[in-house]
Structures are given as structure tokens and as C-alpha cells.
């Protein structure tokens, strides 16, 4: 029997289920070794081979014993006879047996005279392969050994299984990932839009008012323009959902966001270090930190330090200002502006604690202490 006999539908159905396992060409595998290494102990052979029958080659993904090639063609091949097989294919001297006697193997220097293969069948019926054992004397095999190498067989096939879930799972969890890549992609898209959208309008309106009115939609005009372009600044940072950042970059580049909003002669200083962080924390970082930049350029600052370093399992990052300082008895918590309601309800999501005060430069401080 040959590989050849069978349909051409059906070898090619088992050549997609090879594929379908993804094992071919991979690196060497401790749990196939031992499985190759117990079969050639038990059935007491030097040489067993777990092998994986291609289009046009058996690729050997384990082999124990003195075989130094890791293919050979496949026709005529032993072990493409044997997955044709419902059962064990046993050869007990292989010069007595038709089908081996064309075998390169068998009538090369090798010299094989004994041969007994098990199929490496799918659950739907496809032999991918075979686990088989390989001497140079002519023997006999019992029934007993016979179900050793089956059972050998099973369990790799249970590590084939295994190994094709977790890729099943690992592409199933990747397709999920960008169909939510996609989605927030879009959603930051449309918000980005709508606060460009908002802070224009806002801009006209100021230029219709004046005095305090016109200083207050001014006001809101730039808010709203820093934090639509620190969205943007996230979307093009950090095209992943899976992706870490580095804080300081994102810190830097935010900052040259922040800086045109600055009073002339402003400047906002970085002092980092590089901390890898998931996107969504560096989303609640960015608005905090927008947040406290424009309420220190809001109060008169000109210069600002953001300040962020890692110690032990925690993350401080203070943003400091030049500006008058906070007011006597200052809450945040207790505040009612917009900006103070966001840095509370970003410090929440980040389980962060807050504390502020004076700042070495005699403004304003505030101090985030968040876990890693």
C-alpha cells in the first residue's frame, strides 16, 4: 500500500489537518524526546522516531538512536504506508515484506529489518504521522508491547492536541484583541473630532464676548484643545491595546503638546524615567497631567517640572510650578472645578494616592504615588 492510493480529496483533507497542528519545522521539544526515548527503552529498540508525514517528505520532530537526518522524501516511505493503517503496522523483518523491500532504508547501508509504527490519528480520522520503533535485527513483538507504543502514541497526540488549542486560543484571543483595537481606535477617533469640535466653538464664542465672559470661553477653548490633542498624542503613541509605552517619551512628547499653551517665556521640563506602562494607565496619566499643566499655566505659572520616578513597586509623579501656589486650606477633593474633578477621578482609576503642597520653586505641587 501506498501513499498514492489514497483520494486526492482525502490526502488533501489530511494535509490541511497537518497544517492545522502547526508542528511542522518547529524546534526540538523535551516532551516528544522522552516520548521517543520511553518507546526505544520499553520495546528495548535502538532507534525510535515520532514523525510527521508532509506533502512530500516525513520531517522526524523527535528521533532517539543513531538517525542523523531530520527528513527524508516520503515515497517510498515507511511511515507514509503506515498512517494509511487502522492499526499497528508491524514488520517483523522487513526483507520478507514487499512493501519495504524498495525502501532506502531497508536496502541501503541502514539496513532496517524491523519496523513497528503507529498512526498519529486526529480525532476526525487524518494520520498525521507516526510514532514508530526501528531495529537492524529481524524480531518478533508482543501484544503487550504492541499496547505500550500505542499508548506512547496517545499521549502524543494528547501534546498535539494541546499544542493546537493553544494556538486556536492564542489566534482567537488576537483576532479579539484587534476587533478591540478597531473599536477604541474609533471611539478616540470620534472623540478627538468632538472636542476639536467643542473647542472651536468655544474659541468663536469668546471672540463675540468680552471681559470676564470672553477670558472664561478662552479658557474652556484651550482645555478642551490640550486634552483633544493629548488623545491624539495617545492614538499615535500607542497604536496597540497589548502595547506598553514608555512614560518618559509619552511625558516628553505630551509636553510639546501642553507648551504652546504655556505664557511667552514658558517652559515645561521633563525629568523621567523610562517605565514601560499599559495603554489605558498612560491614558489616565496623560489627563492628569494635562489636567494640573493647565491649571498651573491657568494660575500664572511659566515654568513647570513634571517629575517621575520608580521606587520600589510604586511610580511618583509630581508636577511641580512657579506659580503663586495653592490657596490656604486647599481641598481637591472638596473642589468644584472641572479640572480637580478629573485629576480625582483619574487618581481613582489609577489607585493612586495624591498629596500636594509647596513646590521647591514656591508654587504649586502636586505628588501622585501610584502601584506598578
Known sequence: MKHSELSEDAEAARLKAVRRYAILDTPPDGTFDRVASLASKLLKTPIAIISIVDEDRIWLKSREGDVEANEIPRDPGLCASAILQKDPWIIPDALQEPLALSNPLVAGEFGLRFYAGVPLRTHDGHGLGTLCVIDKEPRQITSEQTAILKDLANIVMDELELRRNAIEAREALQLEMRAKEILAEEVEHRVMNSLQLISSIARRKASQYKGETAEELGDIAARIGAIAQANRQIQQSLPSLAQEGDLCLFLKVLSRELFPLCPQGGIIEVDCASISLARERLVSLGHVVTELVLNAVKNGAKRIHLICERKDDQIDLVVADDGPGLPKGFD????????????????????????????????????????L
Open 332 to 371: 481637591p477633593d472638596a473642589s468644584k472645578g472641572l479640572g480637580m474633578a478629573i485629576l480625582h477621578s483619574m487618581c481613582k482609576k489609577l489607585e493612586a494616592e495624591v498629596s500636594w503642597g509647596r513646590s521647591p520653586m514656591n508654587g504649586a505641587q502636586f505628588k501622585l504615588s501610584l502601584p
